[in-house]
């Protein structure tokens, strides 16, 4: 096939209107049909391929303001978010001081109440101690008079009855006291 191809090459560089030939006809007629063709191009294809290409560069354009925005705005959320933090931290913080104190208050009011209560049962008991020893003293003291009473009943029988006796009796512990 290449062979016939360079066959009917050389055939036809004997001949007028070859491709390496140069024809002013054929000039003529290209450059006219070049430049209609650019005509064309231009009235129909090129307008819509510069609007294509303005478009897509506005586009280009608009997508990296939107980025360069959308970054500032992710810079603001993000140094907010970083104010918020400290904040919550810092409130975090005076709330556990706030509690320390709190429970610091709270153990002192604790121990306060449980010394006065200590204190009310020391006082009551101590009374409670007391009203018994003073029972126990008045108990021992009847005791003691019945005891003196029967001893010295026994010893006077005929001299004394048992009321002055009580009396005697009472009389001299009154003195004791």
């Known amino acids: ?20 030939n140069v024809v002013p006809g054929l000039i003529f007629w290209t450059v006219i049909t070049f430049i209609l063709l650019l005509l064309i191009l ?18 280009i354009i608009d997508s990296l303001e939107k980025a360069s925005n959308a970054q500032k705005e992710a810079e603001k959320l993000l140094e907010e978010n970083n104010s918020n ?7 975090a913080q005076k709330i556990i001081a706030q509690g ?3 429970s610091e ?6 121990l ?28 021992l ?12 009943e026994k010893i006077l029988k005929e001299n004394l009855d048992k009321e002055k006796q009580k009396e005697l009796v009472d009389k001299y512990l009154k003195e004791l006291n």
């Open 42 to 59: 231009k009235k129909i294809a090129w307008k819509p391929i510069l609007n294509s290409l303005h478009e897509r560069e506005k586009f």
């Open 141 to 152: 003291k009847e005791q003691v008079a019945e005891l003196a009473i029967g001893a010295a």
């Open 112 to 139: 306060h109440e449980s010394k006065v209560e200590s204190m009310k049962m020391i006082q009551q008991a101590k009374l409670e101690i007391e009203r018994k020893n003073q029972e126990s003293f008045v108990k």
């Open 100 to 102: 320390r104190e709190y």
């Open 1 to 20: 096939m290449l062979k016939l191809a360079f066959i009917a090459f050389l055939r036809s560089e004997g001949e007028s209107g070859g491709l390496l």
């Open 85 to 91: 933090l400290a904040k919550a931290e810092e409130e």
């Open 105 to 110: 208050k709270l153990k002192q009011q604790i």
